[in-house]
């Protein structure tokens, strides 16, 4: 598989972005966060490529709320409901980690949520900075920076 990688310059610090020729595989804050074993790399910008660097930044001047960019993700079944839960959560709307629980239809499995949420490979589109823990506090962020979770919600807040 060839994987398509490139930088982008965001309010977020620069995002290191891999994409195939079909769909996003990754956004990191760290470079070496998401490379992957056995690809070709290849620095020229396809299509997805530019079409996820123009819906992130529209994304970032307030300009979009949803993404089209087709994402292509890799995990357990467990992984797999959470992320498909927290793409269902709206723009601008906060939920718990318990509730992402009882979504992914293991409403015990909370501790669990917070690990899929930090193997999310694809921060933002994968919306995991709408969740929250039941208290109201923010909890960590795809094992990142607070701050760029705090800038999340802060673009989505409604106020």
């Known amino acids: 598989m060839t994987l398509y990688v490139s930088e982008m310059e965001s309010p977020l610090g620069t995002l290191y972005l891999g994409v195939s020729r079909r769909a996003v595989r990754y ?3 760290d470079e070496a966060t998401f490379l992957e074993n056995e690809v070709d790399i290849c620095l020229e910008e396809n299509d997805v490529m530019c079409q996820l660097k123009q819906e992130l930044q529209a994304f970032f001047d307030g300009e979009r709320r949803d993404f089209s960019v087709p994402i292509e993700v890799q995990g357990t079944d467990f992984q797999m409901s959470v992320w498909e839960a927290l793409r269902d959560i709206p723009y601008g709307e906060l939920v718990s980690y318990k509730d992402i629980a009882e979504r992914a239809g293991s409403p015990r499995a909370v501790r669990a949520v917070g690990q899929a949420n930090r193997a999310n490979r694809i921060p ?21 920076d607070v701050d760029r979770k705090i800038w999340l919600l802060n673009r989505e807040s409604p106020f």
């Open 27 to 29: 956004i990191a804050y």
């Open 124 to 144: 933002i589109i994968i919306p995991c900075h709408r969740v929250i823990q039941a208290g109201g506090k923010l909890g960590g962020y795809n094992g990142s």
